[in-house]
């Protein structure tokens, strides 16, 4: 007895992620608008929720997707800001041209980094990429060029590069931003929906299963290691562009932009796009509502993140997933069968 | 009297279930074969009694007491006994350290270190030497000894002809025949079927994660037997 | 001489090292469970020394009578109620919510003892010194935490191959699943696995406070230093710690000698050369 295949197609997009992509497409045009509709203070905080955004994209990917857990990815973070600040004040490179040039340079230093911690593993590995930015910092501190430990600051002249006037500058800095932002959520999500999305997927799922099927486990991770490496630098060099100063604590400090970011990525939901930005929106929520309370807002994050750990493990998004089975990015493939198979019954 | 008894005993693995309904009665002192082919779930059913797979309460009844549910370091205290499937020997441990470490639970019975080396002598000429030293069948008698060291009422024995030469395989039935014939329980997963009819009174034989047939070795359909194992 | 005088300074600051690798040591060796939280466990250490002190006059050598059994029931608790719970679910929750509960006692500290700096003093031995032969000075502190670090370390030895106990830490180690088949209680041996380690911990927390000024913030290069001890001499041998942080403390020395800033980064520099040369440390045990 044998039974027909019926001929099917792949899908990609879900009913939830064509209204989502219309909702996405109308906030964009809402938040690209606003320096004429918002004030200074307003694109300052939409531009932080923009970086963090990008930056717990790419923690995630490499975490929740390549399963490489780091620690350390601040270092680029403050690779990239210092790139910034040595080509703009030592070698008077134009500012936009410091920008595009930082985060190439950050993947460039990651490549000799992942000869060291790609030797070990887990959660031994998390803990030598934070030796790796101790280093990082501890170099910084000790060069007199890069302003030892002090660091360093912007000057008058390379603000005014970007423009003469304050208005327009504070403008360019958010659109740029913006940019950045979605450019890196953009590049993940693409990521993701390629053959090389569905190998890392396959490597976070089973290391061992992926490789006998053919993934070049190393090779993916490597490339993922630097690509993501090469855009936090990017993202670090537009966040102390808006600072105007960096020092080794600043620009290597874990509190800042590994601390936050793994609480958003893992609050929200590893291993999903969605999940970061709601993490992201939690923890500005979080720190807006507790803002009069010091570092207690820490602790209940802290708290937060052990319970969801516990609990609920692909955060909340996960929680969302598993009830309601919705994607808005979509990255997942489903069969469907096609049209013209479901006359030809017999 | 019935020292074990499972009920309706199912098993899962995250969302693939391995055993359906399994109906199995050991008496005491009985020697019990379990056969089948690879994946029919004989070890799914020895790690189920054992505890490691959690089993409903009333699934798994053990003199009278249902144990499903409970941690297997308390189902060993209550008298039952695991040779794992590939010996399972701590290789950090030497021989004589894997079985003291037997008797961790302290159960009261006859089997003590002495014993265990007059059972397998060679082991006590190995005994200081660490555990992954010794070759398969030596290997195969330690996971024996060691768990006896804990005096179970019931021994569930694995595979135990896994991966060794028949000489040794007679060796270790021919120690099996004398742990038996001191009033233990034993119930016997095996690939090798003559060994396994052998060795017991009763068998019964799973075919993919079911109950295909039961009899006793002495007096069987051959032709019935094959049917279930192969599920035709 | 003055290279001989580095290298025993530096080998006794490796008996410190030692000392905050052995719980890091333990939990990862007995459950495989790297706590991000470790270094913070060793500054909560020294404030739990500096309260009792301060409670009840007791020197800080003493008031070990204290922090030792209240870290204990600490660690037994939290392995017990919060951490046994993690182990099953692969590498992110261990690593997760050691990482909360780091930024919990980090910030709880700040929250209840402000930024400042403190010192645990017990007086005199904090800078007495011993001439040796040759002309070397070397500090009685340093010398008297060294031979804390190797009994310490004997003392584990012992209990690893001389007991019941011991025996039964080293089967879970081997093989969780089997040790249950034994009759072994994962969760309580565990949960006394981590307070074991606590107490170590407790000891190296008061330890360190008396001899360097600590304050909230002072957890994580606690635990990068007694990482690198551990990676350097490899994961699974109580020994190799000790010469891991050994090889640590003289490699900080060298760098001191050369500049006082180059300290901390000659260590860190000294631990990655060896990690790319010798992944798995000098004396590695464990199998995975």
């Not at chain 2, 021994?155 to 040794?168: F, H, I, R, T």
């Amino acid at each position: 007895m044998v039974s027909t295949v019926e001929a099917v197609r792949v899908e990609r997009a879900t009913k939830a992620s064509r209204i989502f992509a219309l909702v996405a497409a109308v906030s964009l045009a809402a938040l690209v608008s606003l320096p004429w509709w918002g004030d200074a203070g307003d694109m300052r905080l939409i531009a932080e929720m923009a970086y963090y955004v990008a930056l717990a994209q790419l923690w995630n990917l490499l975490a929740g997707y390549a399963g490489l857990v780091s620690v350390g990815q601040q270092a680029y973070v403050g690779l990239g800001g210092y790139m910034l600040f040595y080509l703009t004040g030592v070698w008077n490179l134009n500012v936009y041209v410091a920008v595009l040039l930082a985060g190439p340079f950050a993947g460039l230093m990651a490549i000799p980094v992942s000869f060291a911690v790609f030797r070990l593993r887990g959660a031994y590995f998390a803990i030598g990429t934070w030796v790796v930015s101790e280093v990082f910092a501890l170099l910084a501190s000790l060069i007199t060029v890069l302003g030892a430990g002090s660091g360093l600051s912007l000057t008058v002249p390379i603000l005014q590069e970007i423009s003469p006037d304050r208005d327009t500058r504070d403008t360019l800095l958010y659109l740029m931003t913006l940019a950045a932002a979605l450019f890196v959520v953009g590049i993940v999500y693409l990521l993701l929906r390629s053959r090389h999305g569905l190998a890392l997927t396959a490597i976070r799922d089973s290391e061992p299963a992926s490789a006998s099927l053919g993934v070049n486990t190393f090779r993916t991770k490597f490339i993922v290691y630097i690509a993501t490496a090469a855009c936090t630098g990017l993202i670090g060099a537009l966040i102390f562009l808006q600072k105007l100063r960096i020092s080794p604590e600043a620009g290597f400090s874990i509190n800042d932009w590994t601390v936050v970011v793994i609480f958003m990525v893992v609050i929200g939901g590893i291993g999903t796009i969605e999940g970061p930005f709601i993490g992201m929106l939690i923890y500005i929520v979080l720190r807006e509502l507790l803002a009069d309370y010091g570092t207690y807002y820490l602790i209940l994050l802290g708290l937060i993140a052990i319970v969801i750990m516990l609990k609920a493990p692909s955060g909340l998004w996960g929680w969302v997933i598993q009830r309601y089975n919705l994607q808005l990015f979509p990255v997942g493939r489903r069969l469907v069968p096609t049209r013209s198979q479901e006359s030809a019954k017999s | 009297m019935t020292l074990l008894r499972t009920q309706n005993l199912s098993a899962f693995y995250g969302d693939f279930q391995a055993l359906f309904d399994i109906n199995v009665t050991v008496e005491e002192r009985e020697t019990v074969a379990i056969i089948g082919a690879n994946g029919a779930g004989k070890t799914t059913f020895l790690r189920s009694v054992a505890g490691v797979l959690l089993a409903a309460p009333d699934a798994v009844v053990f003199d009278g007491q249902p144990i499903g549910g409970k941690q297997p370091h308390d189902i060993v205290r209550l008298g039952i006994a695991m040779v794992p499937e590939g010996r399972r020997l701590f290789p950090s441990l030497s021989v004589e350290e894997n079985l003291s470490l037997g008797a961790h639970s302290e159960r009261a019975g006859p089997w003590n270190l002495k014993r265990v080396y007059e059972l397998f002598p060679r082991l006590y000429e190995l005994r200081r030497l660490p555990a992954p030293s010794l070759s398969g069948g030596q290997q195969q008698m330690a996971a024996i000894g060691r768990a006896l060291m804990s005096n179970p009422r019931l021994l569930l024995c694995d595979e135990l002809s896994l991966g060794l030469a028949p000489v040794v395989i007679r060796d270790i039935y021919q120690c099996l025949g004398v742990i038996t014939a001191e009033g233990t329980t034993v119930v016997l997963v095996e690939q090798d079927i003559n060994r396994a009819l052998d060795a017991s009174a009763r068998f019964y034989c799973f075919q993919e994660g079911r109950l295909a047939l039961t009899a006793p070795t002495k007096d069987f359909d051959r032709a019935a037997l094959t049917a279930a194992y192969f599920g035709m | 001489m003055e290279w001989l005088n580095i290298f025993i300074q530096g080998a006794l600051l490796g008996g410190f090292y030692a000392l905050f690798a052995i719980g890091l040591s333990m939990s990862f060796g007995i459950m495989r469970l790297v706590n991000i939280a470790h270094g913070d466990f060793i500054v909560l250490a020294a404030y739990v020394g500096m309260i009792a002190v301060q409670s009840t006059g007791l020197s800080p050598f003493l008031s070990l009578v204290i922090v030792v059994p209240v870290m204990f029931v600490l660690g037994y608790a939290l392995q017990r109620g919060l951490l046994n719970f993690t182990l099953n679910g692969g590498l992110l929750p261990p690593l997760l919510v050691t990482f909360g509960i780091s930024v919990i006692i980090q910030n709880g500290l700040l929250q209840g003892f402000g930024a400042y700096d403190h010192r645990l003093q017990e007086g005199a031995i904090e800078t007495a010194s011993l001439r040796l032969p040759g002309g070397i000075d070397v500090g009685v502190y340093p010398l008297v935490v060294f031979a804390v670090a190797v009994l310490g370390i004997g003392a584990l030895q012992l209990l690893f191959y001389g007991t019941r106990l011991g025996r039964a830490f080293r089967a879970v180690s081997d093989d969780a699943d089997t040790a249950e088949l034994m009759g072994i209680d994962n969760r309580k041996l565990y949960a006394l696995a981590f307070g074991i380690a606590m107490v170590f911990t407790a000891i190296a927390g008061v330890l360190f406070g008396i001899r360097t000024i600590f304050d909230p913030a002072a957890g994580p290069i606690r635990l990068i230093l007694a990482f690198e001890a551990v990676i350097i001499g490899g994961l699974g041998s109580f020994w190799g710690t000790l010469i891991g942080g050994m090889v640590l403390g003289i490699a900080q020395a060298v760098g001191a000698a050369i500049n006082p800033n180059w300290q901390i980064l000659a260590g860190h520099v000294a631990f990655l050369v060896i990690l790319i040369l010798r992944p798995s440390g000098l004396f590695p045990r464990t199998r995975d």
